[in-house]
Every structure is written in structure tokens, then in C-alpha cells.
């Protein structure tokens, strides 16, 4: 059991690192909670960039290990930055909307997500999630970013020394921390794999190649002929709008087949295996299939991103190795060797929120010293035990097809293994129903599309003539 955690720094004011901060608050056990971020406003990810400069983007992009984020100012000429925002670039698109119900994705403890769309815009998401974090806005030091994080050596418990700088004013400053609950996300570093020919091919049509981080609008694919990689959710419904104004039909190129194609003026092709040489071709690239298309004007890879902590460089054993995954780690949340070191957020293919909320309300349980750890060798075991089950690279944190609810009752039961308080805040397990739900949600999204213009007014499962049964 963890003893004398008092100090506790949060890196990231994003969904996961508010509802982290909610838990720790709600144990009313520690003396301080400073949550720290770059940002200008809470919401994380769900912030919109208006610009964004592809150009930032090396093509490929097969190394996790990139420096942090420079920002940029939205208001660059103004030289007093304490009414400026720094702005780091996020993957937020004009007409992006949840692909999870709203009553699925919001937070346990908090409906408001319900009162709109069945499918939330990413506008009325960043509203919820800046309004869900007021009650901890107290704590969070904005425009700051950690920098460095290192232990700190000598006998006695774990510390933590956290390096954080004022991007306002430049200052430096260093804290110790009994613990560091790392919330910072994982869709800053994109991925675009080093297939033929590929650095040839940009160099010789440079901004021809980008990748979804980068998309905000169709219009700029007007008449132009389009291949779009990835099979993503957003991958699928960036495709379904360029497919709107591009020269069809838009190419969608996927490893395997078999993908739900929106529209008509879409073709599923082949894995691209080779950029064509540009003394030879125009433009053209060759699929797996031995089929070659010629005269290309844009490759957009919505091939995802990687785990990138570069605060954490110097962190024996290293977290992050080939960045397909965070390495040394329990459960998709705890630091192995340290367990005073969570990460909280690390699951892809989920319902987000709720999913955050049972890995915070573990580790607070844990922290504040009213839940026992497994040993070491037990937690290597766990990790032994999902590597020989999903392979160690970027399959080993997804939790799809319902093993996301499945991870969330089993956080909620470790939880119950504390002696449980009046205030507690314990999250809610999944019902039936919201499972039942969840295996369902392709149906409920496709009925949702379905409407047009419409459906921005359907509110219920029963407007659409969705009725579930248990």
C-alpha cells in the first residue's frame, strides 16, 4: 500500500486530467493538487485550431520521439501574452461529431451533454467539458507547461520532481510532488509510415501529403483527385465529406477490405505499397493489388498517432520505446516500477469519459492509501499476460468491442475493495442497456447519417425507430 502521498501534480487539463483532479479532490486527503496546462482553457483535444499548418508534418513520421510542441499566439502581434492564447495544434475539424451517443459519452455525474444532438458537434463537447471542469478550475495552473519530469533520488518514499515553465513570462520553476498523475493524451504525434518512394514523392509535390491532425474543411479538395488512408472513425468521415467536392470517386485505401463506404462517390482500394518515382509516373502510387493511379492531388493518412511523453525522457525503464504503446505499465494506468506515477487516458477505442473516470477513481483510492497494489512481479505478470494476448504494439491498449465496459467494472470493483465512505465518489458500472447500446453503436450512427440535415434534431434512440431490447 502507497503511504505519505500528500503532493500531487496533474499533467494535462484535458477530460482525463479534470475528472483525475475531481477524484482527488473528493478523498479530501491531500494538501495539494496542481494540475498543469498549455493550453489557455480546459477541453484538451476537443479545442478547435482554426489554422493549421501541415507543413509542421515530416513525411514519413515514424519517430515517437519528437520534442515538445512549440506553441503559436493567436494574436502574434500583440507582445503582452497574458491576453493572448498559446495555441497547440489538435485534430479538431470543422464539421466533426461524437460517433458515440450522447448519453453514453457524457460523464456519469453530469447529463448536460444530453440536451441537444443524439450525436454531439465538437463545439457543444468543448462547452460540456469546460463547464463540467469548474468546480476544479481552482486548481489549474494554465499557459504552463511540464517540461521535465525526474525522480527524486535518496531513501524513503518516491518523489517526483516536475519542471514546468510559464509560457507567458518564460520562468522556470521546479516542484516536488509525491506522486504525478499524467494526463497530457496521446494525438500530438501523427503517424504516417515510411512506405516506397514516400520522401521522394513529397519532396517532388510538396503538400500533396498530409495527415488528418492537419484536415479542418472539404473545400480545399474541391475537383481534385483524392486517396484517403486509414479506416478510423475520422478517417471514414473525412473521407465521406471530401467525397462531396473531390474528383470521384474518392480513393479509400485500407489494409483489409471490407470497409462501410457512406456514399457512392467513394472505392475502396488496396494498401498503398509504393510513391511512384516522379521521373516515371505523374503523380501516381501503386497498391498492394498491383493497381497504379496516376494523377493524384492529395494523400490524406488517417493512420493515427503515437504515445509521445517526451517530459518523461529521462524515466528508467522508459515508457516510451517504439511509441505504439507506454511500456512498463498495469493495467493501462499505473507506472510499474513507480506506481506513484499513473497514466491516466491511455485506452484507445473507447467511450472516453466514463472510461477516465474509473481509472481516477483507482488511482485517488490508491493514493490516498485505502486500496492495496499487487506486487511487481504480479503487475509484469499482467503486462507479460496482454502481450502474449494483443502483441506489444498498438493493439495492446485498444479496448474495442465491448472490452472497454468490461476494463470500466472491473476499475469500479477494485475501487469496492476500499472500505466505502458517504462522500465517496464512486462512477457507476455500465448497465446492460448502455452495453447493449455500445454493441450497437455502427447501426445507431448509420440511422443517424441517414437523416441528412436532420438528424442535427434527433435527440433519442426512439426518434430514429431504434428501440432495444435487453
Same mark, same amino acid.
Given at each position: ?6 503532493? &500531487? ?12 483532479? +475531481? ?6 486527503? $491531500? ?45 502574434? *502581434? ?40 443524439? $450525436?454531439?458537434?465538437?463545439?457543444? &463537447? ?8 469548474? *468546480? ?5 495552473? $494554465? ?6 519530469? +525526474? /525522480? ?7 518523489? #517526483?520532481?516536475?519542471?514546468? +515553465?510559464?509560457?507567458? %513570462? ?41 495527415? %488528418? ?31 462531396? &467536392?473531390? !474528383?470521384?470517386?474518392?480513393?479509400? %485505401?485500407? !489494409? ?26 505523374? /503523380? ?10 496516376? =494523377?493524384? =492531388? ?38 510499474? =516500477?513507480?506506481?506513484?506515477?499513473? @497514466? ?51 493493439? @495492446? ?16 470493483? #477494485? ?5 466505502? +465512505? ?25 440511422? @443517424? ?22
Amino acid at each position: 500500500m502507497l503511504k505519505n502521498i500528500r503532493r &500531487v501534480a496533474i499533467i494535462g487539463a484535458g477530460p482525463a486530467g479534470v475528472v483525475t483532479a +475531481k477524484h482527488l479532490l473528493a478523498e479530501k486527503y $491531500f494538501q495539494a493538487i496542481d494540475v498543469f496546462e498549455q493550453q489557455a482553457s480546459t477541453g484538451g483535444v476537443w479545442n478547435y485550431t482554426q489554422c493549421a499548418p501541415s507543413g509542421e508534418l515530416s513525411i514519413p513520421q515514424t519517430n515517437p520521439h519528437q520534442p515538445l510542441e512549440e506553441p503559436r499566439w493567436d494574436d502574434s *502581434d500583440n507582445a503582452d501574452r497574458t491576453t493572448s492564447r498559446p495555441v497547440f495544434v489538435t485534430p479538431i475539424y470543422d464539421h466533426l461529431e461524437s460517433n458515440i451517443p450522447h448519453f453514453l459519452m457524457k460523464h456519469s455525474d453530469d447529463p448536460a451533454l444530453e440536451d441537444g444532438s443524439l $450525436f454531439a458537434g465538437h463545439e457543444r &463537447v468543448l462547452q460540456y467539458l469546460n463547464r463540467y471542469a469548474d *468546480d476544479v478550475r481552482h486548481l489549474i495552473r $494554465f499557459k504552463t507547461q511540464v517540461y521535465d519530469v +525526474k /525522480r527524486k533520488g535518496g531513501h524513503g518514499p518516491d518523489r #517526483w520532481l516536475v519542471y514546468t +515553465k510559464d509560457l507567458v %513570462s518564460n520562468r522556470v520553476t521546479e516542484t516536488v510532488y509525491d506522486a504525478v498523475a499524467v494526463a497530457s493524451g496521446h494525438h500530438y504525434v501523427p503517424t504516417v509510415p515510411d512506405i516506397t518512394g514516400i520522401r521522394n514523392w513529397n519532396q517532388a509535390y510538396p503538400a500533396t501529403i498530409t495527415h %488528418s491532425k492537419y484536415y479542418r474543411t472539404p473545400e480545399s479538395f474541391k475537383d481534385k483527385k483524392v486517396v484517403v488512408v486509414g479506416n478510423s472513425a475520422s478517417g471514414l468521415d473525412i473521407g465521406t465529406q471530401i467525397a462531396t &467536392v473531390c !474528383r470521384c470517386p474518392l480513393l479509400h %485505401s485500407n !489494409r483489409s477490405e471490407g470497409l462501410q463506404l457512406s456514399t457512392s462517390s467513394e472505392r475502396e482500394v488496396a494498401e498503398i505499397t509504393e510513391f511512384l518515382p516522379p521521373s516515371d509516373y505523374s /503523380r501516381a502510387v501503386r497498391f498492394r493489388d498491383g493497381q497504379i493511379e496516376s =494523377d493524384i =492531388d492529395a494523400v490524406v493518412f488517417c493512420t493515427g498517432y503515437y504515445y509521445s511523453l517526451p517530459f518523461l525522457s529521462s524515466l528508467q525503464p522508459a515508457p516510451i520505446v517504439t511509441g505504439e504503446r507506454v511500456e512498463n505499465t498495469y493495467q493501462h494506468l499505473l507506472y510499474t =516500477d513507480y506506481p506513484s506515477m499513473a @497514466f491516466v487516458g491511455l485506452p484507445s477505442k473507447i467511450v472516453p469519459f466514463r472510461t477516465y473516470e474509473g481509472q481516477a477513481a483507482v488511482v485517488a483510492r490508491i493514493w490516498a492509501g485505502r486500496l492495496e497494489l499487487p506486487s511487481k512481479s504480479d503487475m509484469r505478470a499482467w503486462e507479460a499476460r496482454r502481450i502474449a494476448e494483443r502483441g506489444a504494439g498498438k493493439k @495492446f491498449h485498444e479496448l474495442s468491442k465491448l472490452e472497454d465496459f468490461r476494463y470500466h467494472n472491473e476499475m469500479i470493483d #477494485w475501487v469496492l475493495q476500499s472500505k466505502v +465512505k458517504d462522500e465517496d465518489r464512486i462512477p457507476p458500472k455500465w448497465s446492460k442497456k448502455e452495453t447493449l447500446v455500445r454493441k450497437n453503436i455502427p447501426m445507431i450512427k448509420g440511422a @443517424f447519417a441517414d437523416q441528412g440535415e436532420a438528424r442535427h434534431t434527433v435527440r433519442s434512440l426512439e426518434q430514429l425507430g431504434i428501440m432495444l431490447e435487453e
